[in-house]
């Protein structure tokens, strides 16, 4: 507790120097302007898939992976006033590379467009395109390398920002909250306190599930002007799009069955947002009852990226016939960014000799998986931590109306995210993770005491204390909008 305490206030001697952008678009006769787009970030070619240890070359496309971009523009007296550009990308996550690329692109391409006031958040598939050089030894010839994908994205967030951002007409939104079970807390608890990461439940010393499951549904429509169905509809989800994960093919993961079922009829235009909620410690995968679940697929004749989009598409319908009604044009838009400065999880001596030991035995064994260099920033972390003893984040705070957004680059445990959503002062508050960077697992003091994989130091960049700053600052700046 003491060890918080001197954060929160070294945090507060600090903020003076903090980089803060924030407009005031406070006034309730806000214009707002709204357009959207969405293109295809498939490549043409086979690419490195992201997100396991070992090394993954694409050998074909299942379905398109995407990157789909909403831009609004609040004005007061035909006077720009604020702006936020959302764009959800069909990525595992938006790595530094990337998003100091695309930044750079609409610096020089794109003036009316403030690189700060854009928001790239990955869904988290594990079937879409490495973008960073040195992470996996790569075939020289045959392969999209990192850095080409990385270019062939750029060009494509280019074109859907721009093409959002002209489409720019009076609009308004509505929001509401629907029910889904999509995510399940992935960590099995057993009899001597230890935890895994899905850990075996049939086992005798099985004694629970970790965490909180949040089967919560928030969706935020946006419509334009004289539409009788919304441009497009957000999706915040508790989950990660992970059912695929292991996967050799292209996949955009549940994200494709959403957009495949909820696109027809009335709705064939909307575009869809996917946008995962602090999920760290959650997945699509069943921890127990297996046979049963694979029992009803098999009635429904349904594959489980189907059964979760017929879950999510359901409430995405039903949801936006009750706030139809509801669509505000003239309302309170405000949006701030913050870098905010987080202790780092601090590696032990203990640590730092069993991922010496752990890189010495791979290194006998002829491992040329990721996993050697996730021992090896370990190492390094143990050299440098005195003298880099924080690690700075991007963290946007969005007032639309009577809903916030709130964000952060982690894959961020569950209890974070809900101790933001109990404290806010909006009447609904939508937490994204894995936005604009690339910080590892947010694990809790519960889930560390427990151990294994997104818990222990190898997955946590910040720690549990660093966690209680981000949940503190995050709900600061979210009231700070009221």
Same mark, same amino acid.
């Given at each position: 507790?003491?060890?918080?305490?001197?954060?929160?206030?070294?945090?507060?001697?600090?903020?003076?120097?903090?980089?803060?952008?924030?407009?005031?678009?406070?006034?309730?006769?806000?214009?707002?302007?709204?357009?959207?787009? +969405?293109?295809?970030? &498939?490549?043409?070619?086979?690419?490195? %898939?992201?997100? !396991?240890?070992?090394?993954?070359? $694409?050998?074909? *496309?299942?379905?398109?992976?995407?990157?789909?971009?909403?831009?609004?523009?609040?004005?007061?007296?035909?006077?720009?006033?604020?702006?936020?550009?959302?764009?959800?990308?069909?990525?595992?996550?938006?790595?530094?590379?990337?998003?100091?690329?695309?930044?750079?692109?609409?610096?020089?391409?794109?003036?009316?467009?403030?690189?700060?006031?854009?928001?790239?958040?990955?869904?988290?598939?594990? +079937?879409?395109?490495? &973008?960073?050089?040195?992470?996996?030894? %790569?075939?020289? !010839?045959?392969?999209?390398?990192? $850095?080409?994908? *990385?270019?062939?994205?750029?060009?494509?967030?280019?074109?859907?920002?721009?093409?959002?951002?002209?489409?720019?007409?009076?609009?308004?939104?509505?929001?509401?909250?629907?029910?889904?079970?999509?995510?399940?807390?992935?960590?099995?608890?057993?009899?001597?306190?230890?935890?895994?990461?899905?850990?075996?439940?049939?086992?005798?010393?099985?004694?629970?599930?970790?965490?909180?499951?949040?089967?919560?549904?928030?969706?935020?429509?946006?419509?334009?002007?004289?539409?009788?169905?919304?441009?497009?509809?957000?999706?915040?989800?508790?989950?990660?799009?992970?059912?695929?994960?292991?996967?050799?093919?292209?996949?955009?993961?549940?994200?494709?069955?959403?957009?495949?079922?909820?696109?027809?009829?009335?709705?064939?235009?909307?575009?869809?947002?996917?946008?995962?909620?602090?999920?760290?410690?959650?997945?699509?995968?069943?921890?127990?009852?297996?046979?049963?679940?694979?029992?009803?697929?098999?009635?429904?004749?349904?594959?489980?990226?189907?059964?979760?989009?017929?879950?999510?598409?359901?409430?995405?319908?039903?949801?936006?016939?009750?706030?139809?009604?509801?669509?505000?044009?003239?309302?309170?838009?405000?949006?701030?960014?913050?870098?905010?400065?987080?202790?780092?999880?601090?590696?032990?001596?203990?640590?730092?000799?069993?991922?010496?030991?752990?890189?010495?035995?791979?290194?006998?064994?002829?491992?040329?998986?990721?996993?050697?260099?996730?021992?090896?920033?370990?190492?390094?972390?143990?050299?440098?931590?005195?003298?880099?003893?924080?690690?700075?984040?991007?963290?946007?705070?969005?007032?639309?109306?009577?809903?916030?957004?709130?964000?952060?680059?982690?894959?961020?445990?569950?209890?974070?995210?809900?101790?933001?959503?109990?404290?806010?002062?909006?009447?609904?508050?939508?937490?994204?993770?894995?936005?604009?960077?690339?910080?590892?697992?947010?694990?809790?003091?519960?889930?560390?005491?427990?151990?294994?994989?997104?818990?222990?130091?190898?997955?946590?960049?910040?720690?549990?204390?660093?966690?209680?700053?981000?949940?503190?600052?995050?709900?600061?700046?979210?009231?700070?909008?009221?």
């Amino acid at each position: 507790m003491r060890r918080v305490t001197r954060w929160l206030v070294c945090w507060a001697v600090a903020s003076t120097f903090i980089s803060i952008q924030a407009a005031g678009a406070w006034a309730a006769d806000t214009q707002l302007l709204i357009g959207g787009a +969405t293109t295809s970030i &498939t490549p043409d070619q086979p690419i490195a %898939l992201d997100g !396991q240890f070992g090394v993954r070359i $694409s050998r074909g *496309v299942d379905n398109p992976i995407t990157a789909t971009a909403i831009a609004i523009e609040a004005r007061q007296n035909d006077r720009s006033v604020d702006q936020a550009v959302l764009v959800s990308c069909d990525l595992v996550a938006i790595r530094p590379p990337l998003l100091a690329a695309a930044r750079q692109r609409l610096a020089e391409r794109l003036p009316e467009v403030d690189p700060r006031k854009v928001i790239f958040t990955a869904t988290h598939t594990h +079937t879409s395109g490495v &973008t960073e050089e040195g992470k996996y030894e %790569l075939p020289e !010839q045959g392969v999209m390398q990192p $850095s080409q994908f *990385v270019a062939f994205l750029v060009d494509r967030l280019e074109e859907v920002i721009a093409n959002a951002w002209k489409a720019r007409q009076p609009g308004g939104v509505s929001w509401g909250l629907g029910h889904a079970v999509v995510g399940y807390n992935r960590r099995a608890v057993y009899a001597n306190g230890s935890a895994a990461m899905y850990g075996k439940t049939d086992r005798a010393d099985f004694r629970g599930i970790e965490g909180y499951e949040d089967h919560g549904l928030e969706l935020l429509y946006f419509w334009n002007e004289g539409r009788q169905t919304p441009l497009a509809v957000a999706v915040n989800v508790a989950c990660p799009s992970q059912e695929v994960e292991s996967g050799f093919r292209i996949n955009a993961d549940f994200w494709h069955d959403v957009r495949q079922q909820f696109q027809t009829g009335d709705y064939q235009e909307v575009l869809v947002l996917g946008w995962p909620g602090a999920a760290g410690d959650q997945s699509p995968h069943r921890m127990y009852r297996k046979a049963a679940e694979e029992r009803m697929l098999k009635l429904r004749g349904l594959s489980y990226t189907q059964e979760v989009a017929r879950r999510i598409v359901g409430e995405m319908r039903d949801v936006c016939e009750v706030v139809r009604d509801e669509v505000r044009t003239d309302i309170p838009f405000a949006h701030k960014v913050e870098d905010v400065s987080l202790p780092v999880r601090k590696v032990t001596e203990q640590e730092v000799a069993a991922a010496q030991a752990q890189i010495d035995a791979l290194t006998k064994q002829g491992d040329t998986s990721r996993r050697r260099l996730w021992y090896q920033k370990v190492v390094d972390r143990f050299r440098t931590q005195e003298q880099e003893p924080t690690h700075t984040v991007e963290v946007h705070a969005l007032r639309i109306g009577d809903l916030a957004i709130i964000t952060n680059p982690f894959e961020l445990f569950l209890d974070y995210g809900v101790q933001m959503q109990g404290r806010s002062a909006a009447l609904q508050t939508l937490v994204l993770q894995l936005t604009n960077g690339s910080s590892g697992y947010l694990a809790t003091e519960r889930a560390v005491k427990g151990g294994s994989y997104s818990a222990v130091v190898e997955s946590n960049l910040v720690g549990p204390e660093g966690g209680q700053v981000l949940v503190d600052r995050s709900v600061e700046l979210i009231n700070s909008l009221w």
